[in-house]
């Protein structure tokens, strides 16, 4: 093959991906470094599970935000996006109660205020009040055991010692199952599942995931949720000028087909033209299992190979992306996250959960009314058609996604009724969907799960066994915007020092 090298481009770092956790690295990198940093996206708008699409009338979703924690004034997360964004990004505070899960039989509301959800969880369960106190202790142990044991590989060496040994029992509980921590703590089937509600943020069962897991995104959400003015996309529109102010690149289109790996050390990639780029480091977001099982080809360290075949296939949504014809505040919703589950028992495969989120209740800048209606699904529900090519997919293929729509959007009229009513249009994307525009091999929207082994292995990390090779997002850290982001700024450290870390987390 004779490879082409394009105009004398100069860059001190390529990110390959433009989700959220190669956007920070490019741009904690651009602020503190001064680097310019090349990111190349594959796809036709940057922002990889944070961009959004429009369609005609004034219709707008996320894809992937839906809601956030940790944003309010001075919380870490907006203090991190402050520091690398142009100053534009604002976060709007989501009306109280943030979160209502219903069962049948009951239907639960959660406000974003630590005392008062709990306070809510005695009131609904008198009997199970000192199991309460045991599980809201074991989710505090653990969620900082896994915030700790997630950055320490980018710690400066003293100070890695010790966060090794920091919390150790949360450490033991969060390696366990979610499902066994909850027996542990209560004994009503009933509160043990509204205690797992939001296992759709980290898409695993009770019975699957680590506590460590369920125990962060739990513990991230106990303030409350945000959400960004002017949708998911804003949050890659304030972080581009960042990366261009020093004079880099973000370039939408830009397939790579492999990272370019010389004498053992990465040194830039290979695009689908067959050109070459070249820089001192490359930071990957495209996920541990694109990495190591596609972009870096024979040079993947075998260990990495053989630490990824010990995970599960990963779970995917089928996300349903509704236009309304008016506003939905006339069904009784105030704008908060809507859970519906059809029975109690989250380890059921037959049972289907539907996540309702009002994105243009969230922000005021919205200009027509939306809802989208995201239910967790295998990853090989629709492996028959994997080989066929978006959108040209047979009419079996149509029936099968509009079925499991249809099934979602009537879990959802259950709680919120004149749902189906008020839809004007509709669309649904399929985990095939997502492969298509995320560049995955099936679609997988939470990464890597986070299964005990994860946080007994400690793998996949940011800091690969490639010289000049860093992995970013989700897969670096923890699933979700928080997670994906904090990948973002261990890769930039990876690259750039440790005191990247300590500049972020003062500012």
């Known amino acids: 093959m004779t490879v082409r090298t394009p105009r004398s481009d100069s860059f001190d770092t390529i990110v390959v991906g433009s989700g959220i956790g190669g956007l920070v690295a490019a741009a904690a990198l651009a602020r503190l470094r001064g680097q310019r940093v090349l990111v190349l996206e594959q796809h036709g708008t940057i922002g990889g599970f944070t961009h959004e699409f429009k369609r005609p009338g004034g219709y707008r979703w996320d894809v992937g935000v839906h809601y956030l924690g940790g944003m309010g004034p001075g919380d870490q997360g907006s203090r991190i996006l402050d520091r690398l964004g142009d100053g534009s990004l604002a976060f709007s505070r989501m009306p109280e109660p943030f979160e209502r899960y219903v069962y049948p039989g009951l239907d639960f509301r959660q406000p974003g205020d630590p005392d008062q959800f709990r306070a809510s969880l005695t009131a609904a369960f008198p009997r199970e009040t000192r199991g309460i106190g045991r599980y809201l202790d074991a989710v505090h142990g653990a969620a900082r055991w896994v915030a700790v044991h997630g950055v320490r590989e980018v710690l400066p060496p003293l100070i890695r010692g010790g966060a090794r040994m920091a919390f150790p029992r949360g450490g033991r509980v969060a390696r366990r199952t979610t499902a066994e921590v909850l027996s542990g703590c209560v004994e009503d089937p009933l509160l043990r599942a509204v205690l797992a509600s939001q296992w759709g943020d980290y898409g695993l069962r009770p019975g699957e995931s680590a506590f460590g897991i369920h125990a962060l995104i739990v513990d991230h959400y106990l303030r409350g949720g945000w959400y960004p003015v002017g949708g998911g996309g804003a949050i890659a529109r304030s972080l581009r000028p960042t990366i261009e102010g020093t004079g880099g690149e973000v370039r939408a289109h830009a397939r790579v087909r492999r990272i370019l790996v010389e004498h053992g050390r990465a040194v830039g990639v290979v695009m689908d033209s067959g050109d070459v780029l070249r820089a001192p480091f490359v930071i990957s977001d495209a996920g541990a299992a694109n990495t190591y099982g596609h972009l870096l080809g024979d040079a993947a360290p075998a260990h990495a190979r053989t630490a990824l075949a010990r995970f599960p296939p990963p779970y995917t949504v089928v996300a349903v992306f509704l236009g309304l014809s008016g506003d939905p505040a ?93 839809t004007a249009m509709r669309e649904v994307a399929t985990p095939l969907t ?29 800091r690969t066994a490639v010289p000049g090779l860093a992995l970013s997002g989700a897969d670096a850290f923890s699933p979700g915007v928080m997670g994906a982001m904090m990948g973002g700024v261990k890769a930039a450290c990876v690259a750039g020092g440790t005191s990247i870390m300590r500049s972020l987390m003062r500012s």
């Open 330 to 422: 006339t069904l009784g919703v105030n704008g908060g996250n809507v859970w519906v589950f059809e029975g109690t028992d989250h380890d059921d495969p037959a049972k289907l959960a539907s996540y309702v989120s009002f994105p243009s209740m969230k922000d005021p800048l919205a200009t027509a009314h939306t809802a989208e209606i995201i239910s967790p699904v295998d990853a090989n529900a629709f492996r028959e058609w994997a080989g066929r090519p978006w959108p040209r997919r047979d009419a079996a293929y149509l029936d099968a996604k509009n079925a499991i729509a249809d099934r979602a959007m009537g879990l959802a009229e259950t709680a919120i009724p004149g749902l189906r009513a008020l």
């Open 434 to 462: 997502f492969a298509h525009f995320d560049g995955t091999a099936t679609g997988g929207v939470y990464g890597i799960p986070c299964v005990p082994v994860r946080f007994r292995d400690g793998f996949p990390r940011s």
